[in-house]
């Protein structure tokens, strides 16, 4: 993944820009235990993690139920960690001297279900994953403020996954907390969240606007949390209750 950071971001020529239009938003969560959790989607090339599944049923949620031009739409993807649960798996494979998966060393990479995504959507746009230690949805919007300064790009989607993960995650997670007093959600091993937006600029939907200049992120490093939070509040009813338990087609094709 590439790491960015929100100053790097903000040195970039930007226009003066206060908000940005929210035209799409879709939320999904697995294996959470808690209400609203949904079947993992099924998809062709990706096995064992939740990760990708469901960075492309929520990317595949803000898309269909607002198609526009590939062309013109960019992509942005951020994660503290990735996807772990691939990442552990090669591991724990490798050490015991298992034959060497090729398919897992491809889906570790977030890059891979961007591309898949592209493939499903006709994306042509910029492609980007991010991590990061600040707050992540302070940085997606700032990358789409600075992104659609592009003449030929009218929306960005941004996403964001989060993985309960395994050992590796967990003392990740102790670290941060005891060196800069962090908290994480409590996620289950095999669970995972995923949010997205697509946005576009100011008046292309006028009554869904959402600022770029973020307050109290603080509380938000590391952590999709506030992403999710967003997204949730802008989500389309019918894109979350008609499609919650729909299954990609377009993998299927």
């Known amino acids: 993944m590439t790491t960015t950071d929100e100053n790097s971001l903000r040195s970039s020529p930007s226009s003066s820009r206060a908000s940005l239009s929210v035209l799409g938003a879709a939320t999904a969560t697995h294996g959470t235990g808690q209400d609203g959790d949904i079947a993992l989607p099924k998809l062709p090339g990706f096995v064992e993690s939740a990760f990708s599944p469901l960075a492309y049923e929520v990317s595949a949620r803000c898309l269909t139920g607002h198609p526009g031009d590939g062309a013109r739409t960019a992509v942005a993807l951020a994660s503290l960690a990735g996807d772990t649960t691939t990442a552990d798996l090669a591991s724990r494979r490798m050490v ?7 398919l897992l060393f491809m889906q ?12 499903e959507f006709g994306i042509t746009g910029q492609m980007f994953s991010i991590s990061t230690l600040d707050d992540p949805l302070g940085e997606l919007l700032s990358m789409a403020d600075v992104l659609l300064d592009d003449p030929e790009l009218d929306r960005v989607l941004v996403l964001g996954v ?3 993960g395994g050992e590796r995650v967990a003392a990740l997670h102790r670290e941060l907390e005891a060196d800069h007093g962090l908290t994480f959600p409590d996620l289950p091993e095999s669970a995972g969240l995923a949010a997205a937006m697509l946005l576009g600029r100011p008046g292309d939907a006028p009554s869904t606007q959402v600022p770029i200049e973020r307050t109290g992120a603080a509380a938000q490093v590391g952590t999709i949390q506030a992403l999710f939070a967003l997204a949730a509040a802008h989500a389309d009813p019918r894109t979350e209750s008609d499609e919650m338990e729909r299954t990609p087609t377009h993998a299927h094709q």
């Open 108 to 119: 570790a990479t977030a890059n891979s279900v961007l591309g898949h995504i592209s493939r």
């Open 162 to 164: 989060e993985l309960g």
């Open 96 to 102: 015991s001297g298992r034959v060497h998966n090729p």
